[in-house]
């Protein structure tokens, strides 16, 4: 069951803003995952020579984990 909020949306409203990062990142991860076994699927099937899934799954691998440091760590979601 996805996530509701319980009362009328505000984007000021810290708790909401933190909801709504966090959702982000899952759709993140959720892409990334769909993408790059796809890829893989591919690189595996038609025994590609070029390693450019590696690097693919590497760069966009670290992009996603900056992103869940940000979310999980960094964001400063108080009412300014």
């Excluded at 690097?55 to 979310?71: Q, R």
Aim: aromatic content about 20%; hydrophobic content about 45%.
């Amino acid at each position: 069951m996805p996530p509701k909020w319980p009362g009328k949306p505000d984007p000021k409203d810290p708790a909401y803003r933190r909801l709504g990062d966090r959702i982000n990142f899952a759709l993140h991860v959720a892409i990334f995952a769909a993408c790059n076994s796809g890829a893989w699927f591919f690189y595996t099937l038609y025994r590609i020579d070029e390693p450019w899934t590696l690097w693919a799954s590497a760069v966009w691998g670290a992009v996603l984990f900056a992103h869940g440091v940000y979310v999980f760590g960094l964001a400063n979601y108080s009412q300014s």
